[in-house]
């Protein structure tokens, strides 16, 4: 049985609630094993905010790269069927021919970094829908919050009937924008995505194109 994505608990554990629902998204709960669950609490919330309190700016981008190496080797050694791609900067873009619609085609998850309401913002990348992505925001308002409403800006919809998928439908001009726009990816030196698979269920096949991880 597949688990419901969570919401975040805080205002900081974006990164791990992200990285949790994607193992939600790709495995089933039977699954998923421990370690992972303890490895994401573990090595996330690494950071320091001005007055050195600990976890106060969420997680790094060394803790996500550390992280997606740390899951290709628990694969390996557990023989679990996990894999995972560390991108950054200019790689880091949501196109046709892009390797992170590619990861969602084949029925992988993205954990992408974003901006919301200026700050830096973890989400869930989950499907490739023609020039818009369907995605899983963990801090967004709950639908009933939007009594009629469909529409939370130009170029997103609230999806309130996905729970084990997604709950925001964004442009994929949206999300690359180089401004400060919710679920922007901002300036390419900022840029990060964590491309995700569960190599059981990977589809490596997609429309006749190959997509480089």
Not at 29 to 54: F, V, W
Not at 135 to 159: M, S
């Amino acid at each position: 049985m597949k688990n419901v994505l969570n919401y975040q608990s805080s205002e900081y554990d974006c990164g791990p609630t992200s990285l949790m629902n994607a193992l939600r998204y790709l495995f089933e709960r039977c699954e998923i094993h421990p370690e992972l669950i303890k490895a994401i609490s573990l090595y996330t919330l690494d950071t320091y905010n001005e007055q050195g309190e600990s976890g106060r700016r969420g997680t790094s981008r060394t803790a996500m790269q550390f992280l997606a190496s740390w899951f290709n080797r628990y694969g390996e050694s557990r023989k679990f069927p996990i894999s995972a791609a560390f991108h950054e900067n200019e790689r880091v873009v949501v196109s046709p021919n892009s390797s992170i619609t590619g990861c969602l085609q084949q029925g992988g998850a993205a954990v992408v970094r974003c901006l919301l309401d200026g700050d830096p913002h973890y989400v869930l990348l989950t499907r490739a829908l023609g020039d818009e992505i369907g995605l899983f925001d963990p801090y967004a308002v709950h639908p009933e919050d939007f009594p009629g409403e469909k529409l939370l800006a130009e170029g997103v919809r609230i999806v309130d009937d996905q729970p084990c998928v997604m709950n925001r439908i964004v442009k994929m001009d949206v999300l690359n924008s180089q401004g400060e726009g919710n679920y922007a990816m901002g300036r390419f030196c900022d840029r990060e995505a964590m491309l995700l698979f569960n190599k059981r269920t990977r589809r490596t096949e997609c429309n006749a194109v190959e997509y480089m991880i």
